[in-house]
């Protein structure tokens, strides 16, 4: 049974950094994508960062290059995300999910909404304050 838990939100200031954490089970990582979005309150959600397994390559959408970065620990079975210069525009809950296909794939049919991989567990709130 495929199963993610993302954690490590909190209040942090604006400008200030955070670190999520996403543990994974079920699978291995060199056969799925992992992913990062987030949903702001009243509005859709947005993808944020994915790792393809196989080739380790990682991709991020364009509002948080340079001050995301997404790394695996596969033996660990945990992805993380490192939120730095973070913006009240940052505030969402953020969650990780997985599929089998790769980040390309939801690059290129689903506009890199990775919400719309198969397998996602609850998230964990970002708040980023004035």
Do not use: P
């Not at 199963?3 to 799925?32: K, M, N």
């Not at 730095?84 to 690059?107: G, I, M, P, R, W």
């Amino acid at each position: 049974e495929v199963q993610l838990q993302a954690s490590g939100g909190g209040l942090v200031q604006r400008g200030g950094s955070l670190g999520l954490s996403c543990v994974y089970s079920g699978f291995a990582f060199d056969d799925y994508s992992i992913a990062w979005f987030r949903q702001a309150q009243g509005k859709g959600r947005e993808g944020v960062s994915c790792i393809t397994g196989t080739s380790r390559t990682t991709y991020y959408q364009d509002s948080v290059k340079g001050r995301f970065t997404m790394s695996s620990d596969s033996a660990g079975n945990t992805v993380y995300l490192h939120m730095s210069s973070l913006k009240l525009e940052d505030t969402a809950v953020y969650y990780c999910a997985a599929d089998q296909a790769s980040c390309d794939y939801f690059n290129d049919h689903h506009d890199y909404d990775y919400g719309s991989m198969y397998y996602w567990g609850k998230g964990t709130q970002v708040t980023v304050s004035s």
